[in-house]
């Protein structure tokens, strides 16, 4: 207890005193580990993620790219194999339309003379008019085809023509066992003067394609399959033949004079190129089957390369966050005895204001007592040689200049009484004018503050306000020591401090502006405040819901006007 009755400041409880700083240090502290931790895990889980979706993308692209290349393969053999068929098919229609075209000139060279021209010269001694003016039946029409009997009839005339009967055996007696199955003989009408199929003659094929093109010069072949087919030698089933439309050119010349439809039997020959066919497919079939054990083996490397890189890359980014990981908990350790290292500092810095401040308010608290009392005896006395000067007429006595002097003497322990008993740590509401004032009376007596005026613009109708006024003591005195540390020292003459208070929406400002002649503008330079002093002046506010800032020509201390939610104790 001091002598005034309030509580010792180094009573007041050091444990909290002590746990305060600690706190705050833990509230504000920067924990590394903890965001490092989430947040790289964080991160390379997203880096893994994306690596193993790319990677998947690659594999599903790599089997997108072997199945378009297996498929496009077994198009490839398709069309390989179907042109080989068409290939082959195409030359047997060429070789025997070769062959055709040799066996129509020795025909011609063997009949034509003797047998095929004079009946040729015969049947054009008949008119075909008539039939081929008579209308060509619609189809599925159900009366009788008039002009197909009318080419009928030709045909029986035809074959009742001299000569028919010799042509037709020497034509059986040479094609006999030959490959060759029918020959028909047109004229130039495109009328059938001859055929083995005896029914055939006396037909108009003047509108066939094949007649049109052998008569203009120009052999043409197709391959054709019958089921049905009257041969030299009988009728036979299910043959496959190639006919030819082939023009006969008059001896030594190249004038068309006739055409020949030669049939000719290639069943055996087809069969072998349909046998080849197959081969080629079952060999393309094995080919794909085979191309497709390779792609999927293919795919499985793909796949196991794939999970091997995944596992490396994991394992890499495993390693690489478990190293990263302890250099950051290296970090965290330095972090941490950094902020040992502050808080130590803090609370010494917290004892030693506790301290400095106890001092002063011990000291202030002795010089009002100390001085308080012989100041009271002198002012009884000179009240006394008052009365006594008023009764003896002594001029010598001057008891009103004594009066004055001790007046004056207990109006600065007055001064300094009121400083002392602003000295709690507790929150409190309190009158901001005369708190401020108190420190600037207070301050006063600074031999920095001799040359300088301090000037107190107390705003009106200001609020209580709550606050720690040993706090609010330690930030005043700290900015206004702050704006007399001139470049020159504390000489300076006629510099002026102002300190204003103002109420704003919900606060009260207290604004400290410096105002020296001699050398002007040092507070808004701050070169000799430095940043760790006002760093205990920004704890201070903070610790009060305040808020201090420094503007080019002036400090600001903004003060919620109601007390926080939670008071400091």
């Not at 378009?68 to 030359?91: H, I, K, M, P, V």
């Not at 470049?487 to 919900?506: L, W």
């Amino acid at each position: 207890m001091d002598r005034r009755g309030r509580p010792s400041p180094d009573a007041a409880g050091p444990q909290k005193r002590a746990a305060g700083p600690q706190k705050r240090a833990a509230a504000g502290q920067f924990r590394l580990m903890r965001y490092f931790t989430l947040a790289s895990l964080a991160a390379f889980v997203i880096v893994g993620g994306v690596l193993f979706s790319l990677q998947r993308a690659e594999v599903v692209f790599f089997s997108q790219v072997q199945r378009e290349q297996g498929n496009f393969f077994a198009r490839a053999q398709t069309n390989l194999a179907a042109r080989q068929d068409q290939a082959a098919r195409a030359s047997l229609i060429s070789l025997h339309e070769a062959g055709h075209v040799t066996l129509t000139r020795v025909v011609s060279n063997v009949l034509w003379d003797s047998h095929i021209a004079p009946l040729v010269a015969r049947a054009q001694t008949i008119s075909i008019a008539p039939c081929r003016n008579l209308p060509v039946a619609e189809t599925g029409a159900t009366g009788p085809d008039l002009r197909r009997a009318c080419f009928a009839e030709l045909g029986r005339t035809l074959m009742g023509l001299p000569g028919f009967a010799e042509l037709d055996a020497e034509a059986y007696a040479t094609m006999r066992a030959s490959s060759v199955f029918k020959i028909k003989v047109f004229d130039l009408r495109g009328i059938t003067i001859y055929s083995s199929e005896h029914a055939q003659i006396g037909e108009d094929k003047a509108d066939n394609s094949g007649w049109k093109s052998a008569v203009s010069g120009t052999p043409a072949s197709e391959m054709t399959h019958r089921e049905r087919f009257s041969a030299f030698e009988g009728v036979v089933e299910n043959r496959d033949l190639i006919s030819s439309y082939i023009p006969v050119r008059e001896r030594g010349s190249d004038r068309v004079i006739g055409v020949f439809e030669i049939y000719s039997d290639v069943t055996s020959f087809l069969e072998r190129i349909k046998n080849v066919s197959a081969e080629v497919g079952e060999l393309a079939a094995a080919n794909q089957q085979a191309l497709e054990g390779a792609m999927a083996g293919n795919q499985r490397k793909v796949g196991d390369s794939s999970d091997a890189f995944l596992l490396i890359v994991c394992g890499t980014l495993a390693a690489l966050y478990a190293v990263l990981l302890g250099i950051v908990r290296i970090g965290q350790r330095i972090i941490d005895s950094q902020a040992d290292a502050q808080e130590r500092a803090m609370e010494r810095e917290e004892r030693w204001h506790h301290e400095k401040m106890a001092a002063l308010a011990t000291m202030a608290a002795n010089v009002s007592h100390e001085v308080g009392n012989p100041l009271a005896t002198i002012s009884m006395l000179a009240q006394e040689m008052q009365l006594h000067k008023g009764r003896t007429g002594c001029d010598a006595c001057k008891p009103a200049q004594i009066l004055e002097q001790t007046r004056r003497i207990a109006g600065m322990t007055r001064q300094i009484s009121e400083f002392a008993a602003a000295r709690r740590e507790s929150r409190e509401l309190v009158d901001v004018n005369q708190l401020v004032k108190a420190v600037l009376d207070f301050l006063g007596f600074d031999r920095r503050f001799r040359a300088i005026r301090l000037e107190l613009k107390a705003g009106e109708d200001l609020p209580a306000l709550s606050v720690i006024p040993d706090y609010l003591n330690e930030v005043l005195m700290n900015l206004l020591q702050a704006c007399t540390e001139c470049p020159a020292g504390p000489g300076g003459k006629g510099g002026v401090i102002v300190v204003e208070t103002m109420g704003s929406d919900a606060e009260i400002l207290i604004r400290i502006t410096s105002e020296c002649k001699a050398y002007p503008g040092v507070c808004r330079e701050h070169a000799r405040f430095e940043d760790s002093r006002f760093d205990v002046v920004r704890r201070r506010v903070q610790s009060m819901g305040g808020r201090v800032t420094r503007e080019r020509s002036h400090y600001e201390i903004a003060l919620p006007a109601e007390a926080p939610g939670a008071p400091a104790s």
